[in-house]
């Protein structure tokens, strides 16, 4: 059984009530029972991870170097466009991820427009709200078919 770490990054707490004209109308909990139903269906172990707090978020991915994780979903919420340290946690640990952003970053703030992560993900999946994350888990299920 393969392992699928998602990690959200700051505010995506507040999903379904910050800014539902941006972000839509369903909370975490929403997309993380779909995401393991989806894992469950497709014989994979699912996890995951939200946090406010950059440092967390390094320490779960350098744990993730040794517990079995064999892909992560990420959705790195403002520390997009600016955690070097994540990237660097990315590069370290060496499993392959999919950037996912609920917002079409392209259509918003310029400062919005960079991200450190895409240089070493997988792919990025953008503007198509909490669909984006299910997306990317099915390209994740075949990622990871692929390479067995």
Do not use: W
């Amino acid at each position: 059984m393969t392992s699928i770490l998602v990690l959200h990054g700051p505010n995506l707490n507040l999903l379904g009530e910050r800014e539902p004209h941006i972000y839509g109308h369903d909370t975490l909990d929403d997309i993380n029972g779909r995401l393991a139903a989806m894992c469950a269906s497709n014989g994979h172990e699912f996890q995951t991870l939200q946090s406010n707090a950059e440092h967390e978020l390094v320490d779960r991915l350098h744990a993730a170097r040794n517990d079995g994780t064999d892909f992560i979903l990420i959705n790195p919420g403002a520390f997009t466009h600016t955690s070097v340290a994540l990237l660097d946690a990315f590069l370290a640990t060496g499993i392959p991820f999919i950037e996912v952003h609920l917002s079409n970053l392209h259509r918003r703030e310029d400062f919005r427009q960079k991200s450190f992560l895409a240089s070493a993900a997988v792919g990025t999946i953008v503007g198509l709200g909490a669909q984006g994350y299910e997306l990317a888990l099915q390209a994740a299920f075949k990622q990871l078919a692929d390479k067995t």
